[in-house]
């Protein structure tokens, strides 16, 4: 049987992942649409191929491959840590390329080394494309965690600290709340029960309001958000209406939006930046290390890689490294990984299973292949 | 070449967008009886009109199947991925005003704007164990206005086919996107509308579906002129 957009090196490649310690795994093309929509949010439903069962239940074709091996993972619940491989089509509603291709890639669950999985992951992603492509390739690691660390060491309450964090790596949303923090609104108007009670400051009449009202207007105090969850966000949102961060803290936000170095020096620069900024961010600064030095260990090529402090993704998942490689500069993304920490719970397992993963668009390879 | 022009075949629509038309001179009739589902317009005979639905409108548009039509802009922004590439709106008519809204409850007195519903969607998950849930039957427009307008990605979609502003209430869903014209519906389901959450003000238009031979065709120009000059 031939299959359509196969590309000529992917027996290699297929034997190439499996030497890696993986175990090969397929899955079924045809996925429940759930999980995938509940992951990556409504945006992805125009860009996957969605259709029903008889009894209803919301089909679609297989859009990648990461949710399907955690959830087969989860569902034959056996131990980890764990390497998965896979090959196999998927299929998205693209403006460019074909709606349907190839990916390969690799999900790591469980290793608790997380500087050694996380550089394990880039490298080995590295080394199938060397093999593959001619070009030179750039990496581009981000790091979620230590964004994290210094939205933390900004000295900015939590609810503003989730919502810069729940912004990063999608610098439109993320600039507009920094102008938010820099120019903070007054606070909204409310009706005026409610104002007195938020002036009184007191969060238990104000819930046994709401509640009072809810069951007046017949709205169940349980089936969404609760009295109290309502009366909580309130006394947050009052405060946080206060809140407006320094100058000082403010060009320190935007200074380390702007860093970008060679991987090799990377750390240096987190900590040159740490310290003229007053932050403290050791711990992040220790891990970012970590995992360089355990890239050094399995002799990857740093030159090619560089650290962007605003490079990540946008998705409650995603926790720590976040990395693409391209063919040269600028060029098209021939490979993505992650780490992932989230997923799996998120994904229905009992226990926190960290897990770092990359996937290589055969497509993409295949062209930058023929390229000369 | 025979220019088609569809238009609502009942109700209010019907009856005010034949008015604008008369207003401009182009008298509909219908083919046969009163109820017919073809029409012509005195004195231009390579014309004909075609009554259906106001979300066939939408749909024969986006298809070129129809060169011209009266719907409302929520029907062509809802119905047509990439609308603007597609089809031109050529006139806004006056009527028909209804405006696509979020609308979050009432008692929800934390949330007054978008931002608020992202702090509260991006929350969700940890807190109740599933996404915020959307009921509403505009797909595109709600995707578009909370995913590439507010960068607000973590709720899921509910749909309802009716009755949607009923859905918080009843539990089928946190919060709504519907249409409203007076705001009395929302009001008596203790509903609010965002401050920042109006997603399209919507109003019968007069679209044109964007077909190569227009280019060179000058009743088309005449038509929007004609129909343009009788709203005043």
Known sequence: ?372 | MTLTIALPSKGRMKDDALAIFARAGLDVTSVGNDRSYRGRIEGLDDTEVAFLSASEIARELGAGSVDFGVTGEDLVREGLSQADSRVEICARLGFGHADVVVAVPEIWHDVTTMADLGDVAADFRARHGRRLAIATKYWRLTQNFFSTRHGIQLYRIVESLGATEGAPASGAADIIVDITSTGSTLVANHLRVLDDGIILRSEACLVRARRPEHASDPRIAEAIARISASLG
């Not at chain 1, 999980?35 to 679609?60: H, K, Q, V, Y």
């Not at chain 1, 056996?78 to 890639?105: H, I, K, M, W």
């Not at chain 1, 009184?200 to 089936?223: C, F, K, P, Q």
């Not at chain 1, 897990?355 to 930058?368: E, K, T, Y």
């Open chain 1, 1 to 372: 049987m031939t299959h359509a957009n196969l590309p000529d090196f992917a027996s290699d490649l297929g034997r190439a992942l499996e030497s890696l310690g993986a175990g090969r795994v397929d899955t079924p093309v045809i996925q429940p649409a759930e999980p995938f929509l509940d992951m990556a949010g409504e945006d992805l439903r125009r860009r996957i191929f969605l259709t029903e069962s008889e009894t209803g239940e919301s089909l679609c074709l297989r859009p990648e491959f990461t949710i399907p091996v955690c959830r087969a993972h989860i569902a034959e619940g056996v131990a980890t840590p764990r390497r998965y491989c896979y090959l196999g089509q998927v299929f998205r509603q693209r403006r460019d390329g074909s709606n349907e291709f190839y990916q390969a890639g690799i999900e790591d669950l469980g290793e608790t080394d997380l500087a050694r999985a996380d550089a394990r992951a880039i490298a080995e992603a590295h080394t199938l494309l060397s093999a593959l492509v001619n070009a030179s390739l750039s990496t581009i690691v981000g790091d979620q965690a230590v964004f994290e660390a210094v939205v933390a060491g900004l000295g900015l309450p939590v609810g503003w600290q989730k919502r810069l964090i729940h912004a990063f790596g999608n610098q439109q949303a993320l600039d507009a709340m920094i102008a938010r923090l820099a120019a903070p609104q007054s606070a909204t108007a409310t009706d005026p029960d409610i104002a007195a009670l938020l002036q009184a400051g007191d969060a238990d009449r104000l819930a046994s309001h709401i509640t009072e009202v809810m069951e007046a207007t017949g709205y169940s105090t349980h089936a969404s958000r609760t009295p109290a969850e309502i009366a909580r966000r309130l006394v947050e949102k009052r405060q946080l209406e206060e809140i407006r961060l320094s100058d000082a803290a403010l060009s320190a936000l935007r200074s380390f939006l702007a860093l970008e170095a060679p991987l090799a020096d990377a750390e240096a620069a987190l900590s040159d930046f740490a310290e003229s900024a007053g932050l403290d961010i050791a711990q992040a600064c220790w891990a970012f290390g970590a995992r360089v030095e355990a890239l050094k260990a399995v002799g990857a090529d740093l030159g090619s890689m560089t650290w962007r402090a605003a490079f990540g993704r946008p998705l409650d998942y995603y926790t720590g490294l976040v990395f693409e490689i391209a063919a040269g500069e600028g060029g098209p993304v021939l490979a993505g990984g992650g780490r992932f920490d989230r997923m799996m719970e998120l994904l229905g397992a009992r226990d926190p299973i960290p897990a770092v993963g990359f996937s290589l668009w055969l497509d993409r390879i295949q062209a930058a292949r023929s390229r000369p």
